[in-house]
């Protein structure tokens, strides 16, 4: 369902006789009466915000047409205006954010580089209370919405760390937010909770920073950790000043924390601030080898350190000022991906009732990800293939490598045994092997850091499934640090 909202509409009637105040009332009324769902078909997806800041609608009729009728004259004329305010392609004008994530994400990275040509939009979202504060209320403001949503700092915070290398984000925010923000940010978050604390320690002198650690095949493998290596290490004095939030991110990029225990989360920030500092050391020694040309000429990440929003200057003799310079875009953090065994995330509604969280913290030789090896045992013996994009999802994200432990492979068969029961009783009439059944139904899958849809066919709908509410959103899941949310789509 789409809500469209006119925050103000400043009405002006031509006629050639004068209009009774009656009758402009009873066509405003008619205005107001349109259906916004009708009016807003197409525009926008679930949870998609298309904000406009203003819009010139024309419309004409006879003085004695029937109320009804002017309205759908009007509703006509407005759905034209917006597809018209669309196609011209003025970002000024026209915002589209497909979350409320991507919507805080834009704000703290403008907002940090000082652009506040978008603050009528967060006001209009409830972002912000007004639109005319300083870009640190802004931040504040960004801040205290993702304490208040906790299920949306990791998508924030990784939309923000991709997007570096084309916008600057990360430094901008480095920059421009407090590190008691960023703490404040960490310990609310599942994926960064247990290095952010291991990491205030180590600061204040708990933990010794230079202790040599054991690396792990997880950081020598991420993509997303050798770009924030690289990164670090062509920026060496700016990334000392940041090194503890680098280490946290660092490290919550590589291995998202849920599930860890605090002596494996302990050891994995140890070596994200060592591979940190020996990205700097090696940038001090290039340095030091390299010839200081006089004229050296500034690189991007130079550039993009520097980057400022300098205030627009008033032409001479003319009476509007130019348009503020654009910032370019975050990149997008989503993908689809096709699934033909959709209905394996349905059972993760049933993991905390099966007892498996309680089980796996009691267990005192867990291994260092415990929680995922047995995800990973349980969609096995489910018999889902490892090579379907839901296997992945229901493991958190990525598929653990090392093999599990005789007690967790035990533990996750006597679970699918359990749920293969449940079904048994509760919905006799699915067709056996009952748990295949569930799982084995195509689908979509929207995927982004800390965020799942699963989008199914509205045709494939299950009364047997439904019946037992096993297809609800499983929703916000703090023990994977993850959303998973589960649409039917017409």
């Given at each position: 369902?789409?809500?469209m909202?006119?925050?103000?509409?400043?009405?002006?009637?031509h006629s050639?006789?004068?209009?009774?105040?009656d009758?402009?009332?009873?066509?405003?009324s008619a205005?107001?009466?349109?259906?916004?769902?009708?009016?807003?078909?197409?525009?926008?997806?679930?949870?998609?915000w298309?904000?406009?800041r203003?819009?010139?609608?024309?419309a004409r009729?006879r003085?004695?047409?029937?109320d009804?009728?002017?309205?759908?004259?009007?509703?006509?004329?407005?759905?034209?205006?917006?597809?018209?305010?669309?196609a011209?392609?003025?970002d000024s004008?026209?915002?589209?954010?497909?979350?409320?994530r991507?919507?805080?994400?834009?704000?703290?990275?403008?907002?940090?580089?000082?652009?506040r040509t978008?603050?009528?939009?967060?006001?209009?979202?409830?972002?912000?209370?007004?639109?005319?504060?300083d870009c640190?209320?802004?931040?504040d403001?960004?801040?205290?919405?993702l304490?208040h949503?906790?299920?949306?700092?990791?998508?924030?915070?990784?939309r923000?760390?991709?997007?570096?290398?084309a916008?600057?984000a990360?430094?901008?925010?480095?920059?421009?937010?407090?590190?008691?923000?960023?703490?404040?940010?960490?310990?609310?978050?599942?994926?960064?909770?247990?290095?952010a604390?291991w990491m205030g320690?180590?600061?204040?002198?708990?933990?010794?920073?230079?202790?040599?650690?054991?690396?792990?095949?997880?950081?020598?493998?991420?993509?997303a950790?050798?770009?924030l290596?690289?990164?670090?290490?062509a920026?060496?004095?700016?990334?000392?000043?940041?090194v503890?939030?680098?280490?946290?991110?660092l490290a919550?990029?590589v291995?998202?924390?849920?599930?860890?225990?605090?002596?494996?989360?302990?050891?994995?920030?140890r070596?994200?601030?060592?591979?940190?500092a020996?990205?700097?050391?090696?940038a001090?020694v290039?340095?030091?080898?390299k010839p200081?040309?006089?004229?050296?000429?500034?690189?991007?990440g130079?550039?993009?350190?520097?980057?400022?929003?300098?205030?627009?200057q008033?032409?001479?003799?003319e009476?509007?000022e130019?348009?503020?310079?654009?910032?370019?875009?975050?990149?997008?953090?989503?993908?689809?991906q096709a699934t033909?065994?959709?209905?394996?995330?349905f059972?993760?509604?049933?993991?905390?009732?099966?007892?498996?969280l309680?089980?796996?913290?009691?267990?005192?030789?867990?291994p260092?990800?415990?929680?995922?090896?047995l995800?990973?045992?349980?969609?096995?013996?489910?018999?889902?293939?490892?090579?379907d994009?839901?296997f992945?999802?229901?493991?958190?994200?990525?598929?653990p490598?090392?093999?599990a432990?005789?007690?967790?492979?035990?533990?996750?068969?006597?679970?699918?045994n359990q749920?293969?029961?449940w079904?048994?009783?509760?919905?006799?009439?699915?067709?056996?092997?009952?748990i295949?059944?569930?799982?084995?139904?195509?689908?979509?899958l929207r995927?982004?850091?800390?965020?799942v849809?699963?989008?199914?066919?509205i045709a494939?709908?299950d009364?047997?499934?439904?019946?037992?509410?096993?297809?609800l959103?499983?929703?916000?899941?703090?023990?994977?640090?993850?959303?998973v949310?589960?649409?039917?789509?017409?």
């Amino acid at each position: 369902m789409s809500l469209m909202t006119v925050d103000r509409l400043r009405t002006t009637f031509h006629s050639p006789v004068p209009l009774a105040d009656d009758r402009c009332d009873a066509w405003q009324s008619a205005f107001a009466a349109q259906d916004a769902d009708s009016l807003a078909a197409g525009l926008v997806r679930e949870d998609e915000w298309l904000l406009i800041r203003h819009l010139r609608l024309v419309a004409r009729w006879r003085a004695d047409e029937v109320d009804a009728d002017v309205g759908q004259v009007w509703g006509k004329a407005l759905r034209r205006s917006i597809d018209e305010a669309l196609a011209s392609g003025a970002d000024s004008n026209c915002i589209r954010y497909s979350s409320h994530r991507e919507a805080i994400a834009d704000m703290l990275y403008r907002s940090a580089l000082g652009e506040r040509t978008r603050q009528w939009a967060w006001q209009c979202m409830g972002l912000i209370e007004r639109a005319d504060v300083d870009c640190g209320g802004v931040l504040d403001s960004g801040v205290r919405q993702l304490l208040h949503s906790p299920e949306w700092i990791w998508p924030v915070l990784q939309r923000i760390v991709a997007g570096e290398e084309a916008t600057a984000a990360l430094t901008a925010l480095l920059r421009g937010m407090p590190a008691s923000a960023w703490t404040k940010l960490f310990a609310a978050c599942p994926q960064t909770v247990p290095y952010a604390r291991w990491m205030g320690d180590a600061i204040h002198g708990a933990s010794p920073l230079t202790e040599d650690v054991a690396d792990e095949p997880g950081m020598r493998g991420s993509p997303a950790a050798r770009r924030l290596l690289v990164w670090a290490q062509a920026r060496s004095h700016f990334v000392q000043r940041h090194v503890a939030t680098l280490a946290v991110l660092l490290a919550a990029l590589v291995w998202p924390a849920s599930g860890s225990t605090n002596e494996v989360s302990r050891q994995r920030a140890r070596l994200a601030w060592a591979r940190l500092a020996g990205a700097l050391s090696r940038a001090e020694v290039a340095k030091s080898a390299k010839p200081s040309p006089s004229h050296a000429t500034p690189t991007p990440g130079d550039l993009r350190e520097d980057m400022q929003i300098e205030p627009t200057q008033k032409p001479r003799d003319e009476h509007d000022e130019p348009a503020p310079r654009e910032l370019p875009k975050l990149p997008d953090t989503t993908a689809w991906q096709a699934t033909r065994h959709a209905g394996l995330l349905f059972w993760l509604s049933r993991i905390a009732a099966s007892g498996a969280l309680e089980w796996l913290d009691q267990q005192a030789d867990a291994p260092a990800d415990g929680l995922r090896l047995l995800l990973r045992e349980l969609a096995l013996a489910m018999d889902v293939p490892d090579d379907d994009p839901a296997f992945a999802v229901f493991c958190g994200g990525t598929v653990p490598q090392a093999e599990a432990p005789l007690s967790i492979a035990d533990k996750a068969g006597s679970i699918v045994n359990q749920w293969s029961t449940w079904l048994a009783d509760a919905a006799p009439d699915l067709p056996e092997p009952r748990i295949a059944t569930v799982c084995k139904r195509d689908g979509r899958l929207r995927l982004e850091p800390g965020w799942v849809e699963l989008h199914l066919p509205i045709a494939s709908v299950d009364t047997s499934i439904r019946r037992i509410a096993l297809d609800l959103d499983p929703g916000w899941l703090p023990w994977l640090g993850c959303v998973v949310r589960i649409h039917y789509d017409e």
